[in-house]
């Protein structure tokens, strides 16, 4: 039990006590409390982006105050990526489309123009073997950023990416580092079909020696990203093909978001909801309804999905005694499940009632729109499911 | 050819109908306008034979296909089609000349650009467009989508979403068919962009070392979504890269010489085991429907292959070369399949979405269902939202 508690804390003794000479910037913790010391780089001189929360467009103090700049969530991945690979030589990128096309969700764009086909590097379709690749150049010390096109492509990869990506660093006994960052987008889309509306990190959570974490605003999108290249650790960052288009202003400064955190979307005291992703909005849209009837819902984007930041969550609990989940992987082995059993252990004590987990349904994403829709967890259900929670 | 006349039956006589049932059968003999070019094998003769009869059925098959996608160019622009659509205009000989070759005993594997695969294997237009529809009378019952078209009965196995995934598959059907010793082959269909993945050389492996049925056939249209050949592959001679494994590089916008190239290459799986065919096509729209494919070619590229090497316009140069029908005939064909194209889609749009109790159907086969029990295995717990 300390263990889950500790992961957190050590990583940030980790940041504190990194042996990178490259300057850092600020990490910002949940609760709003900048703890690295230099400030570096701040275009803004002495201004520190001190908000986990991300700056919400209805709020209009923040809209008011128009520091910072707008950018749609693919920019501010883009923004992440051209920020490491200007800071950091090594920082390369493997995958298909990424460069002169500039990427199928122009997460890439513009990089290859600027930093040449080697470091932008346009891949044949052969998951398998440029995920391979990419652990091969890191265990060198270069530090790709792996991109599948969908993450339901680096299925094939699975062995690379599990054996090869997670396990090296164990295997042999701590000599090589394997400095990677997969990302691409997943989940369910509209209509794509399928094979094409994964869940990627069902399946990828077992694996040790990786961490898996999810982004779900352009604030925190920019943030992870950087935070992943920046690891020592594979990174896997899941991101949303439904997200891409999402507004936000960003700071102007930089400023890196930790990997190992929650984010606190909406404070509250009568229930905690944990989601990720996609579901977040679903679960905010619910949030609307549940004031309105009177709740107060607690919402925490657990954003970090292996590890767990149960010590948010466990503050949380502790505060509400009533869990809901709600997460876009099946019902079967998902997230969610995992969570369910992590809180269980945890923080039996501290429920009043059983932990309610929404998931999408365990079956193949039909085509069908009416089928897809309900396939997923919609805002209504949220609803009902926290009425019942809190009877 | 069977595809018209799975239709003539249905058409009251108009003029393409009279033309095809009058059309002679009598043989003639046509030469490929390019020679074929072989690997590690003698190439077949430049001389198709063909007859008046089927030169009009690959017509008009071939600018049905064509009319189909267009057609679906415009429903997904109104948003009736959604998701991924990847379509084949551009590309109608490949799927008609392989048809011409072979039966429907025989297997028929691709990816995701399957529409014109599936038309040309005997689905028909109404199912087409309800599956792009997600409507619950579609091919799959509207939980496939533009890239699951399968049809069972005529041996046409998809319809897949994974590059390259299908190839495997393909080997899977060819064995099968050496396991039952029936006398029939597979064409496992593969792009450019596909040629490039592992499991293709491991199928391949296996397929030679086995002798199966297998005849892989490499769709060409030189781009990789925006990735061009030359940019994704060393060698973009894939007819070559079998290395052992003979290979034949076809001109794909000549239906006559990919219904030889098929014949050819079936007459060898059977007796000597695996062959590669490259079919040197185009694709006039982008990758799917979300490409523009315009900013990785020029539009020059595009119009001028339409001009030079369009496979429907060849096919009619042909039949107006040799009197087989008139130009406002063949123009009342276009007609008429424009009308048929545009009531297969009315009647499209009138069909339901499928029933939310679908969601749990054939994710298992019956008996096994999706819907958790309770402890006792009765009560049934997980119901639908």
């Known amino acids: 039990m300390a263990a889950s508690f500790g992961v957190s804390s050590a990583a940030v003794q980790a940041v504190k006590s990194s042996a990178s000479p490259l300057p850092s910037p600020p990490v910002i913790r949940s609760e709003a409390r900048p703890i690295s010391g230099r400030i570096n780089r701040s275009r803004k001189a002495g201004k520190i982006a001190t908000h986990a929360v991300a700056a919400r467009t209805e709020n209009p103090a923040s809209a008011a105050s128009k520091t910072g700049h707008e950018v749609l969530l693919f920019e501010a991945l883009r923004e992440g990526l051209e920020e490491e690979m200007e800071r950091d030589p090594r920082v390369c990128i493997f995958g298909e489309d990424v460069g002169h096309y500039g990427g199928s969700y122009k997460v890439s764009k513009g990089l290859a123009e600027k930093y040449g086909d080697l470091r932008v590097l346009d891949t044949p379709i052969a998951e398998n073997s440029f995920t391979g690749m990419a652990v091969g150049a890191a265990m060198t010390g270069l530090r790709p950023v792996v991109e599948g096109m969908n993450m339901g492509f680096l299925l094939l990869a699975f062995n690379q990416i599990s054996d090869n990506c997670g396990m090296l660093h164990y295997t042999s006994g701590g000599q090589f580092t394997i400095p990677t960052v997969i990302r691409g987008p997943g989940g369910v889309g509209r209509q794509l079909g399928a094979e094409h509306s994964q869940r990627l990190e069902s399946y990828f959570q077992s694996i040790p020696g990786i961490q898996m974490v999810a982004c779900s605003t352009p604030y925190n999108a920019k943030g992870l990203m950087k935070a992943a290249i920046r690891s020592e650790n594979p990174v896997v960052l899941f991101e949303h093909v439904l997200l891409y288009n999402l507004k936000e202003r960003i700071p102007d400064e930089e400023y890196v978001v930790s990997l190992e955190e929650a984010e606190m979307v909406r404070p509250g005291k009568h229930v905690t909801i944990l989601t990720y992703s996609r579901m977040r909005y679903h679960v905010m849209q619910a949030a609307k309804t549940l004031v309105n009837k009177g709740y107060d819902p607690e919402v925490i984007d657990i954003r970090s999905l292996k590890p767990f930041d149960l010590h948010t969550i466990g503050n949380s609990i502790k505060k509400t005694h009533k869990v809901l989940i709600v997460e876009e992987c099946m019902r079967t082995g998902g997230i969610g499940a995992s969570l369910t059993a992590a809180i269980n252990e945890n923080f039996n004590d501290y429920l009043d009632a059983p932990i309610v987990c929404l998931s999408s349904q365990d079956v193949p994403t039909p085509y069908a729109g009416t089928l897809e829709e309900v396939t997923v967890v919609q805002p209504p259900q949220i609803v009902t499911a926290v009425e019942q929670l809190c009877r | ?385």
């Open chain 2, 1 to 385: 050819m069977a595809l018209t006349r799975r239709y003539l039956h249905l058409l009251r006589p108009v003029f393409s109908a009279r033309l095809l049932t009058t059309a002679s059968t009598s043989p003639i003999s046509i030469e490929t306008s390019l020679p074929f070019t072989g690997h590690n094998i003698d190439p077949p003769s430049r001389s198709v034979q063909t007859s008046p009869h089927e030169l009009l059925s690959f017509f008009r098959d071939m600018a049905l296909m064509r009319r189909m996608e267009i057609a679906a160019d415009s429903l997904y622009k109104a948003k009736l089609i959604r998701g991924f659509c990847h379509l084949y205009d551009g590309q109608e000989a490949v799927a008609i000349g392989m048809e011409a070759a072979i039966t429907r005993k025989d297997c028929i594997i691709t990816a995701y650009r399957d529409h014109c695969l599936f038309l040309g294997r005997g689905g028909t237009l109404l199912e087409a467009f309800a599956e792009l529809m997600g409507r619950k009378d579609g091919c799959s019952k509207g939980k496939g989508g533009s890239m699951h078209f399968y049809k069972k009965e005529s041996g046409f196995y998809g319809g897949h979403g994974i590059v390259g995934a299908q190839i495997p598959l393909g080997c899977g059907l060819a064995f099968a068919q050496k396991y039952s010793k029936d006398d029939n082959v597979t064409f496992m269909m593969y792009g450019d962009g596909a040629a490039n993945q592992g499991q293709l050389f491991e199928a391949l492996n296996m397929a030679a070392l086995w002798d199966l049925p297998a005849i892989l056939v490499c769709e060409n249209n030189h781009y990789g979504m925006g990735t061009a050949e030359w940019r994704a592959a060393k060698s973009p001679s894939y007819f070559k890269r079998g290395d052992y494994v003979p290979g034949l590089k076809v001109d794909g916008m000549d239906a006559l010489a990919v219904k030889q190239a098929c014949k050819f290459a079936k007459e060898h799986a059977l007796k000597n085991g695996p062959i590669i065919l490259e079919m040197d096509t185009y694709r006039y729209h982008g990758h799917s429907m979300s490409d523009p494919g315009s900013t990785y070619r020029t539009r020059d590229e595009i119009s001028g292959i339409r001009q030079e090497r369009d496979p429907v316009e060849r096919i009619r140069k042909l039949i107006l070369a040799h009197d087989l029908a008139t130009e406002k005939e063949m123009k009342d064909t276009e007609k008429e399949i424009r009308k048929e194209v545009d009531e297969a889609i009315a009647k499209a749009k009138e069909i339901p979405s499928p029933d939310p109790a679908e969601l749990f159907t054939n994710v298992y086969v019956k008996g096994l269902g999706v819907e958790a029990f309770g402890a006792d295995r009765k009560e049934l717990r997980a119901v639908l939202p």
